[in-house]
């Protein structure tokens, strides 16, 4: 079992900055990814950026550059911070961990949510 719990959320106004945290407990050891989800009033979820164990990262094409995913591992943390935030950006973040392989696990945070202001 992989335990998420994410912090940072808030409310800022557009321009602003942010940085959202997701502290991974449990047996981490068998993660292969972290990513980072949003979810906007009435909007399907979607993937914001996510890094490997190895430390590679994608993010999604429309948040490129205003988006910086990054993780300290002696903290079990993964990072997310957002600039240049829009209002647009207001939604609800969670963390997901991902172990490969069969058997195939998903482990997601409660969420935090994050509301900008135009």
């Known amino acids: 079992q992989v335990q998420l719990v994410e912090s940072g959320g808030g409310l800022v106004q557009a321009g602003g900055s942010l940085r959202l945290s997701c502290v991974a407990s449990?047996?981490?050891?068998?993660?292969?990814?972290i990513a980072w989800y949003r979810q906007g009033p009435g909007k399907q979820r979607e993937m914001v950026a996510n890094?490997?164990?190895?430390?590679?990262?994608n993010y999604a094409d429309s948040l490129k550059g205003r988006y910086i995913i990054s993780r300290d591992n002696a903290k079990n943390t993964v990072y997310l911070e957002m600039n240049s935030l829009k209002p647009e950006d207001t939604a609800v973040y969670y963390c997901?961990?991902?172990?490969?392989?069969?058997?195939?696990?998903?482990?997601w945070g409660q969420g935090t949510q994050v509301t900008v202001s135009s």
């Open positions: 997901n961990a991902r172990k490969y392989g069969l058997p195939f696990f998903s482990y």
């Open positions: 449990g047996n981490i050891f068998s993660i292969n990814d």
């Open positions: 890094i490997t164990s190895g430390g590679s990262t």
